[in-house]
C-alpha cells in the first residue's frame, strides 16, 4: 500500500483488550432456561405484596411459591434503566452505573477486621467503617464505599446504621448501604436526606444504593423483599445480588449454577418493577463453586472468576447493569496467595464489562475485612486498567515521522515527542518493587507488605476526607440517637 496511511485498525471500535466465557448463543440458551426454570420450578417469595404484585401481573402463586411466566420477566426487561448515576456527597466522584464501565469497591458484613494498627484478627466494632472509608476516600482507583464490617459492639439491628454513619462522614464517594429491616432502611435514608440538602436533592443526586442479597437456591427472604419494595418507592437505586454455591446450592455445573442465579436475580427484577417500573436496579451474580473438603463457597478459585465474568455477560446481554466481585482472597492475610486470587480477579472482572464489582478487601471467606488488602488492590487495579486501555492504533500513535526522523540504530529517549507521552503509555507502580537489588537495600529492603502497611498508615494519619455539609454530623447524632429510642 502506498500514499498516507489511514488510520485503521479496530481501535476505534475496540479499544480495550475483551474476552468472552458465553457466546451470545450460550447466553440465549442460559436465559431460555432460566425463563423455563421460573414457570415450571419457581420461586420461594416469603412477601405477602410481592406475591400479590405477581399474581396481578399473571403469575401462579401457590402459598409462597410464585411460578412466573416468561411475559413478565420480558416486560421487566424493557422497563429497567439501563444505566443511573450515584453521586458522592461532596459532588465531585459521580458514578455512571452501566455495564463496560467498570467501578471497583469494598464489600459489607465481615465479622472481623484486620486493625490497621496491630494486623491482629480481632471482631469488627465501631470506627472500622469510617477506617474502610476514610482508605477508599484517599486510594484512586476505588469507586465507592462499602463498610467492610459488620459491629459487634453495638446493637446490632442497628449496625448498618451506624456504619452508614461512620461512611457518608468518612468518604465523599457513593456509597453502598444494606439494612437489616425496613425500620434500619429508613434510618439510612434519613441520614442520606439529612446530608443531600433534601429528599428532593436527593433524589435528583442519589448518594447511596441499596444492597441485598437473594437466597439461594431461589428464595426471597421477607425482610429483604420488604426493603427492596421500599427502595423503589422511595427511589432508592437498589443492588440485587446472590448466586448458588454450586456443587451444594445448585448442580455441580456452572451452567446450572447460572440458570440459578439468573432465575433468582430476574425474580427479584420483575418485583421491583412492578412494585416501580423503572426503578433503578443492578442485579448481581456470585456463583461459587463448593470446595470439595470443607463444601465453603471458594472465592479465591478460578471457577469463581469463571462463573462471574459469565453472569456479566449474561447481565450484559440482557441489557441490565451487573455487579461483580473481585479483590477477595481465601487467605488469612496480605501474602502471595492474596496477591495471586485478586490479581485474577480484578483482570477477569476488568475485561467481563462489570459494571459494579465489590468485596475488595475480603479475606477468609468473606470473614475479614482487610485495609491493607485494599491498599495493595488499589495497585492491582491501578495495573489493570492500563491493560484495559489497550493499544492505540493510529497515525499519530504509529509516530512513522518521528521514527524516520531518528532513523536506524537511534534512541527516543531524548526526543520530546515521544518523551511527552511518557506517563501516560507506561504504567509507574506506587507499592511494587523494580529496584535494582543494591538500590533496594539501600532504601531499607523493606517488603511488599512492609511498603503496604507504611501506606497504610500514611493515609490514616494524613489524609481528610471532605466535610459534611453544615449542620449534617449533628443531624445524624440525633437519628442514632432516635433509632436506638426504638429498642429502649
Same mark, same amino acid.
Given at each position: 500500500?502506498?500514499?498516507?496511511?489511514?488510520?485503521?485498525?479496530?481501535?476505534?471500535?475496540?479499544?480495550?483488550?475483551?474476552?468472552? *466465557? %458465553? &457466546?451470545?448463543?450460550?447466553?440465549?440458551?442460559?436465559?431460555?432456561?432460566?425463563?423455563?426454570?421460573? &414457570?415450571?420450578?419457581?420461586?420461594?417469595?416469603?412477601?405477602?405484596?410481592?406475591?400479590?404484585?405477581?399474581?396481578?401481573?399473571?403469575?401462579? #402463586?401457590?402459598?409462597?411459591?410464585?411460578?412466573?411466566?416468561?411475559?413478565?420477566?420480558?416486560?421487566?426487561?424493557?422497563? *429497567?434503566?439501563?444505566? =443511573?448515576?450515584?453521586?458522592?456527597?461532596?459532588?465531585?466522584?459521580?458514578?455512571?452505573?452501566?455495564?463496560?464501565?467498570?467501578?471497583?469497591?469494598?464489600?459489607?458484613?465481615?465479622?472481623?477486621?484486620?486493625?490497621?494498627?496491630? @494486623?491482629?484478627?480481632?471482631?469488627?466494632?465501631?470506627?472500622?467503617?469510617?477506617?474502610?472509608?476514610?482508605?477508599?476516600?484517599?486510594? +484512586?482507583?476505588?469507586?465507592?464505599?462499602?463498610? $467492610?464490617?459488620?459491629?459487634?459492639?453495638?446493637?446490632?439491628?442497628?449496625?448498618?446504621?451506624?456504619?452508614? &454513619?461512620?461512611?457518608?462522614?468518612?468518604?465523599?464517594?457513593?456509597? #453502598?448501604?444494606?439494612?437489616?429491616?425496613?425500620?434500619? $432502611?429508613?434510618?439510612?435514608?434519613?441520614?442520606?436526606?439529612?446530608?443531600?440538602?433534601?429528599?428532593?436533592?436527593?433524589?435528583?443526586?442519589?448518594?447511596?444504593?441499596?444492597?441485598?442479597?437473594?437466597?439461594?437456591?431461589?428464595?426471597?427472604?421477607?425482610?429483604?423483599?420488604?426493603?427492596?419494595?421500599?427502595?423503589?418507592?422511595?427511589?432508592?437505586?437498589?443492588?440485587?445480588?446472590? @448466586? +448458588?454455591?454450586?456443587?451444594?446450592?445448585?448442580?455441580?455445573?456452572?451452567?446450572?449454577?447460572?440458570?440459578?442465579?439468573?432465575?433468582?436475580? %430476574?425474580?427479584?427484577?420483575?418485583?421491583?418493577?412492578?412494585?416501580?417500573? @423503572?426503578? /433503578?436496579?443492578?442485579?448481581?451474580?456470585?456463583?461459587?463453586?463448593?470446595?470439595?473438603?470443607?463444601?465453603?463457597?471458594?472465592?479465591?478459585? /478460578?471457577?469463581?472468576?469463571?462463573?462471574?465474568?459469565?453472569?456479566?455477560?449474561?447481565?450484559?446481554?440482557?441489557?441490565?447493569?451487573?455487579?461483580?466481585?473481585?479483590?477477595?482472597?481465601?487467605?488469612?492475610?496480605?501474602?502471595?496467595?492474596?496477591?495471586?486470587?485478586?490479581? %485474577?480477579?480484578? $483482570?477477569?472482572?476488568?475485561?467481563?464489562?462489570?459494571? $459494579?464489582?465489590?468485596?475488595? @478487601? =475480603?479475606?477468609?471467606?468473606?470473614?475479614?475485612?482487610? +485495609?491493607?488488602? %485494599?491498599?495493595?488492590?488499589?495497585?492491582?487495579?491501578?495495573?489493570?486498567?492500563?491493560?484495559?486501555?489497550? *493499544?492505540?492504533?493510529?497515525?499519530? !500513535?504509529?509516530?512513522?515521522?518521528?521514527?524516520?526522523?531518528?532513523? /536506524?540504530?537511534?534512541?527516543?529517549?531524548?526526543?520530546?515527542?515521544?518523551?511527552?507521552?511518557?506517563?501516560?503509555?507506561?504504567?509507574?507502580?506506587?507499592?511494587?518493587?523494580?529496584?535494582?537489588?543494591?538500590?533496594?537495600?539501600?532504601?531499607?529492603?523493606? !517488603?511488599?507488605?512492609?511498603?503496604?502497611?507504611?501506606?497504610?498508615?500514611?493515609?490514616? !494519619?494524613?489524609?481528610? +476526607?471532605?466535610?459534611?455539609?453544615?449542620?449534617?454530623?449533628?443531624?445524624?447524632?440525633?437519628?442514632?440517637?432516635?433509632?436506638?429510642?426504638?429498642?429502649?
Amino acid at each position: 500500500m502506498t500514499g498516507a496511511m489511514v488510520n485503521l485498525s479496530n481501535f476505534a471500535e475496540r479499544q480495550t483488550p475483551q474476552f468472552r *466465557v %458465553l &457466546s451470545d448463543r450460550q447466553c440465549q440458551e442460559l436465559y431460555l432456561a432460566a425463563l423455563e426454570c421460573l &414457570s415450571r420450578v419457581g420461586v420461594i417469595v416469603n412477601q405477602v405484596e410481592a406475591c400479590q404484585l405477581l399474581a396481578s401481573a399473571g403469575a401462579r #402463586v401457590e402459598a409462597n411459591r410464585a411460578y412466573i411466566p416468561p411475559h413478565i420477566i420480558q416486560d421487566a426487561l424493557t422497563a *429497567v434503566p439501563r444505566t =443511573f448515576p450515584l453521586w458522592g456527597h461532596d459532588g465531585v466522584h459521580p458514578i455512571q452505573v452501566a455495564n463496560e464501565r467498570v467501578y471497583f469497591g469494598p464489600g459489607p458484613t465481615c465479622t472481623y477486621y484486620q486493625d490497621p494498627e496491630t @494486623g491482629e484478627r480481632r471482631k469488627s466494632r465501631r470506627g472500622d467503617a469510617a477506617t474502610t472509608a476514610r482508605v477508599v476516600d484517599a486510594l +484512586p482507583n476505588l469507586d465507592y464505599a462499602m463498610s $467492610l464490617s459488620m459491629f459487634d459492639d453495638v446493637r446490632p439491628v442497628l449496625s448498618p446504621v451506624y456504619e452508614f &454513619s461512620e461512611m457518608i462522614a468518612n468518604t465523599g464517594k457513593p456509597i #453502598v448501604a444494606w439494612a437489616n429491616d425496613t425500620a434500619t $432502611l429508613q434510618d439510612i435514608y434519613r441520614i442520606a436526606v439529612a446530608v443531600a440538602g433534601g429528599e428532593q436533592a436527593l433524589q435528583r443526586r442519589p448518594i447511596f444504593a441499596y444492597f441485598a442479597n437473594y437466597e439461594s437456591p431461589l428464595r426471597h427472604g421477607e425482610k429483604q423483599v420488604a426493603n427492596l419494595l421500599w427502595a423503589a418507592e422511595h427511589g432508592i437505586p437498589i443492588v440485587y445480588l446472590g @448466586g +448458588p454455591s454450586v456443587g451444594l446450592e445448585s448442580p455441580v455445573t456452572g451452567a446450572s449454577g447460572l440458570v440459578i442465579h439468573l432465575a433468582a436475580a %430476574l425474580s427479584g427484577l420483575a418485583i421491583i418493577q412492578l412494585k416501580r417500573r @423503572g426503578a /433503578p436496579m443492578v442485579i448481581g451474580g456470585l456463583p461459587t463453586p463448593m470446595d470439595l473438603r470443607t463444601a465453603r463457597p471458594s472465592y479465591g478459585a /478460578p471457577e469463581t472468576d469463571l462463573y462471574v465474568a459469565a453472569a456479566a455477560e449474561l447481565a450484559r446481554y440482557l441489557g441490565v447493569p451487573f455487579m461483580g466481585t473481585a479483590g477477595a482472597s481465601e487467605s488469612k492475610q496480605l501474602d502471595a496467595q492474596a496477591g495471586v486470587e485478586i490479581a %485474577l480477579q480484578i $483482570l477477569t472482572s476488568a475485561l467481563s464489562g462489570a459494571c $459494579l464489582v465489590h468485596d475488595v @478487601g =475480603f479475606l477468609d471467606c468473606a470473614d475479614i475485612g482487610s +485495609p491493607s488488602l %485494599l491498599v495493595f488492590a488499589d495497585e492491582v487495579i491501578s495495573m489493570v486498567k492500563r491493560f484495559m486501555r489497550g *493499544v492505540e492504533v493510529s497515525r499519530e !500513535s504509529i509516530m512513522l515521522d518521528l521514527i524516520e526522523k531518528v532513523g /536506524p540504530a537511534g534512541y527516543f529517549v531524548a526526543e520530546p515527542q515521544s518523551v511527552a507521552l511518557c506517563r501516560q503509555e507506561i504504567w509507574t507502580p506506587g507499592l511494587l518493587d523494580r529496584d535494582p537489588y543494591v538500590i533496594w537495600e539501600q532504601k531499607g529492603g523493606n !517488603s511488599l507488605e512492609d511498603r503496604v502497611k507504611e501506606k497504610l498508615r500514611k493515609i490514616l !494519619s494524613t489524609h481528610r +476526607p471532605p466535610p459534611l455539609p453544615e449542620g449534617a454530623a449533628e443531624a445524624i447524632q440525633a437519628l442514632l440517637a432516635q433509632a436506638e429510642s426504638r429498642y429502649q
